[in-house]
């Protein structure tokens, strides 16, 4: 069985380093648009405009093209990324976490957590908990009333803690003091609407804390990383997400910024 397995990892490997190939080749042949807009704040500019960062995929995703914002400094991309429609993009992910797995986020989930200077009659979430972590059971063996969600199904598969919210439909009927993340802002394919959909979810006071080290041009080499929100880019993101920031982090690659409803 643990033979097959690994065939089937490999394989599933070598079709996503094939497909991605033939996609890069594809893209070569384009035209590219002499207009480029900023996938966070909507600036339209000429392409030229944009700073351009290229660099190779660690986990078979081929060429990553990213740009940086001339107007809110973002860096968004790969685009071919963008391009994918979220059925898409969450096939990526399925077949992505198929073969790897992510370190363990531990320390670095229970510090997002602490950021939050939680209560202990609180209510709190790990947003994209992922399967890799001891962050929630950790917290909740010392007291702390801390579940966890994470969108990604195969992420979870076979588990069956009770403090484990499976859905979405689940996670929005819950009013949270706290919503925590790590390593997670990056991934959202549509940051404002997605942190918007969460900051519906907080209690009157709630606030968030997302750390990650995309506040900074950091760990750029998976094409699962669609943002970096470098320069002055995460405050127009808190902005147009309604959102201000009350708390800011940096402990070399931890970075932290912990918000509330404007």
Same mark, same amino acid.
């Given at each position: 069985?643990?033979?097959n397995?690994?065939? %089937?990892?490999?394989?599933?490997? @070598?079709?996503?380093h094939?497909?991605?190939h !033939?996609v890069?080749?594809?893209? $070569?042949l ?8 900023? #996938?966070l704040?909507?600036a339209?500019?000429t392409?030229?405009?944009? *700073?351009v ?16 914002c ?6 968004f991309g ?6 994918? %429609?979220?059925?898409?993009l $969450?096939r &990526?992910? &399925? =077949?992505? @976490?198929?073969v790897?797995t992510e370190?363990? %986020?531990?320390?670095?989930e229970?510090? =997002?957590f602490?950021a !939050?200077?939680p209560?202990? #009659? ?6 994209? =908990?992922?399967a890799?972590s001891r $962050?929630v059971p950790?917290l909740?063996?010392?007291g702390?009333?801390?579940?966890a969600?994470?969108?990604? *199904?195969?992420a979870t *598969?076979?588990r ?7 859905d979405w439909g689940?996670?929005m +009927?819950n009013?949270f003091?706290g919503i925590? %993340?790590?390593?997670?802002?990056e ?6 609407a997605?942190?918007?959909r969460l900051?519906?979810l907080? =209690?009157?006071g709630?606030?968030m +804390?997302?750390?990650t080290p995309? @506040?900074?041009y950091? @760990? #750029? ?5 669609l ?9 127009v993101?808190?902005?147009l *997400?309604? !959102?201000?920031?009350v ?6 690659h931890?970075?932290? $910024?912990v918000?509330?409803?404007?």
């Amino acid at each position: 069985m643990q033979n097959n397995d690994h065939f %089937s990892a490999n394989n599933t490997a @070598y079709l996503m380093h094939l497909h991605w190939h !033939l996609v890069d080749e594809m893209d $070569s042949l384009r035209v590219p648009n002499n207009t480029l807009t900023c #996938e966070l704040c909507g600036a339209c500019r000429t392409r030229h405009q944009f *700073a351009v960062f290229q660099t190779e995929c660690a986990f078979g995703g081929g060429r990553l093209l990213r740009y940086r914002c001339p107007n809110c400094e973002v860096i968004f991309g790969a685009e071919k990324m963008l391009r994918l %429609s979220p059925v898409q993009l $969450s096939r &990526e992910y &399925e =077949a992505h @976490y198929s073969v790897y797995t992510e370190g363990d %986020s531990t320390d670095a989930e229970v510090r =997002a957590f602490h950021a !939050l200077q939680p209560k202990r #009659e609180g209510f709190y979430v790990n947003f994209g =908990a992922g399967a890799w972590s001891r $962050s929630v059971p950790l917290l909740r063996g010392e007291g702390w009333n801390v579940f966890a969600f994470e969108p990604h *199904a195969s992420a979870t *598969a076979g588990r069956n803690e009770d403090w484990l919210i499976r859905d979405w439909g689940q996670l929005m +009927a819950n009013r949270f003091h706290g919503i925590f %993340s790590n390593n997670v802002l990056e991934h959202f394919r549509y940051p404002v609407a997605e942190l918007t959909r969460l900051k519906g979810l907080l =209690a009157p006071g709630g606030k968030m +804390a997302h750390a990650t080290p995309c @506040y900074e041009y950091l @760990y #750029e080499y998976t094409r699962f990383h669609l943002f970096f929100f470098t320069g002055r880019s995460r405050h127009v993101l808190w902005q147009l *997400a309604g !959102l201000q920031e009350v708390g800011w982090e940096v402990d070399g690659h931890y970075m932290c $910024s912990v918000t509330q409803p404007v």
